[in-house]
């Protein structure tokens, strides 16, 4: 029961040429689903990229990477020391505490690291004073990381970090190109490297195409019951049961930002469809979005088709508009 994302390998292999090219010091990230893509298949095109430095989120997903990439291995999340981290001296470890670093530094192998900033995201890191005091005996200091808000311009906050001087290699995030560029010129002693993700694998969505099986369909009467809830047909048509179901991602998603008014309008209405026991499915007939019958399935979901829609056929693939980050597919096809 197929949930198949079909890449366009000439485009999409284009694309991370360019993307590449245009930034010299780029870190592809490759964490959590892979992107849609799986860990291995990113870390291997990081080698063919010729990359020497690769981005993982978490400790638990350095193995898949350090077996299918031959360069060094970058751990964003900070070290902690009740983390199971192997003692690879190709991995380098983010730390962000004075205990932490102190930890390290107590071990034979002087662990290789990257000191991040406390910027505006609050999350994790040192502050400046700490920085400029910190003892860096016993690990070997890759540079500094600044992870950054989403959105927002972060230059001047950047730049304030790189006039303390603390170091010539900068890890950083989400800065846009223009940003990045801006920053180069103010400081062109220091070498900005961007740790990229999304933009890199999934900056072309046009090469990118997700479909879904068509596993069964059933004519129904106005009324009719079906489905786990014995959901009602809301009136005649059609219940297409179609592959992809939460284990695959559908229908799960992270709650909105709500930063606009717009995206609060939305949620709003959302709110009030689930309410009423409506949810509007990602997959498409027609050209048009479809409602789901009734939640998704684990392994598959089940769509309502009114009447006036010719259904598709046992067999047909479905287009699926999904988050690549949260879905799981069956087969991944690429020429």
């Given at each position: 029961?197929?949930?198949?994302l079909?890449?366009?390998?000439?485009r999409?292999?284009?694309?991370?040429?360019?993307?590449?090219?245009?930034?010299?010091?780029?870190?592809?990230?490759?964490k959590g689903?892979?992107?849609?893509?799986?860990?291995?298949r990113?870390?291997?095109?990081?080698?063919?990229?010729?990359?020497?430095?690769l981005?993982?989120?978490?400790?638990?997903?350095l193995?898949?990477?350090?077996?299918?990439?031959?360069?060094?291995?970058?751990v964003m999340?900070?070290?902690?020391?009740f983390?199971?981290?192997p003692?690879?001296?190709?991995?380098?470890h983010?730390?962000?505490?004075p205990?932490?670093?102190?930890?390290l530094?107590?071990?034979?192998?002087r662990?290789?690291?990257v000191?991040?900033?406390?910027t505006?995201?609050?999350?994790?890191?040192?502050t400046?004073?700490?920085?400029e005091?910190?003892?860096?005996?016993?690990?070997?200091?890759?540079?500094?990381?600044?992870?950054l808000?989403?959105?927002v311009?972060?230059?001047?906050?950047?730049?304030d970090?790189?006039s303390?001087?603390l170091?010539a290699?900068?890890?950083?995030s989400?800065l846009?190109?223009?940003?990045?560029?801006?920053?180069?010129?103010?400081?062109?002693?220091?070498?900005?490297?961007?740790?990229?993700?999304t933009a890199?694998?999934?900056?072309d969505?046009g090469?990118?195409?997700?479909?879904?099986?068509?596993?069964?369909?059933?004519?129904v009467?106005r009324?009719?019951?079906a489905?786990?809830?014995?959901?009602?047909a809301?009136?005649?048509?059609?219940?297409?049961?179609?592959?992809?179901?939460t284990?695959?991602?559908?229908?799960?998603?992270?709650?909105t930002?709500?930063?606009?008014?717009?995206q609060?309008?939305?949620?709003?209405?959302r709110?009030?469809?689930?309410?009423?026991?409506?949810a509007l499915?990602p997959y498409?007939v027609?050209g048009k979005q479809?409602?789901?019958?009734?939640?998704?399935?684990?392994?598959?979901s089940?769509?309502f088709?009114?009447a006036s829609?010719t259904?598709p056929a046992?067999?047909?693939?479905l287009?699926?508009?999904?988050?690549?980050?949260?879905?799981?597919?069956?087969?991944?096809?690429v020429s």
């Amino acid at each position: 029961m197929p949930v198949t994302l079909t890449v366009d390998g000439p485009r999409w292999r284009d694309h991370l040429r360019r993307v590449a090219a245009a930034h010299p010091g780029i870190v592809p990230v490759a964490k959590g689903n892979g992107y849609g893509f799986g860990l291995g298949r990113l870390a291997r095109k990081a080698g063919w990229l010729g990359r020497d430095l690769l981005a993982v989120g978490t400790y638990d997903e350095l193995p898949e990477v350090l077996a299918r990439f031959e360069g060094d291995v970058l751990v964003m999340s900070p070290w902690r020391p009740f983390l199971d981290a192997p003692t690879d001296s190709r991995i380098v470890h983010t730390v962000g505490r004075p205990d932490d670093l102190a930890a390290l530094a107590g071990r034979d192998d002087r662990p290789r690291v990257v000191l991040e900033g406390l910027t505006s995201m609050r999350r994790h890191g040192f502050t400046e004073d700490q920085l400029e005091q910190l003892d860096r005996g016993g690990v070997q200091v890759e540079g500094l990381a600044l992870h950054l808000p989403i959105g927002v311009d972060g230059t001047r906050e950047v730049h304030d970090w790189l006039s303390l001087g603390l170091d010539a290699t900068v890890f950083v995030s989400h800065l846009s190109d223009a940003q990045l560029g801006e920053l180069a010129t103010r400081h062109p002693d220091t070498l900005l490297r961007p740790r990229i993700g999304t933009a890199l694998w999934l900056g072309d969505r046009g090469a990118l195409t997700v479909t879904a099986t068509v596993l069964d369909v059933h004519p129904v009467t106005r009324g009719q019951h079906a489905g786990y809830r014995q959901r009602r047909a809301p009136r005649d048509g059609h219940v297409v049961v179609v592959a992809g179901g939460t284990a695959h991602g559908i229908g799960l998603e992270a709650p909105t930002p709500a930063s606009s008014s717009r995206q609060r309008a939305v949620a709003l209405a959302r709110g009030g469809l689930d309410a009423a026991g409506r949810a509007l499915s990602p997959y498409s007939v027609g050209g048009k979005q479809r409602w789901f019958l009734e939640p998704p399935h684990m392994q598959s979901s089940m769509l309502f088709l009114p009447a006036s829609v010719t259904p598709p056929a046992v067999g047909d693939e479905l287009p699926l508009d999904v988050r690549f980050t949260t879905t799981y597919f069956d087969r991944i096809i690429v020429s």
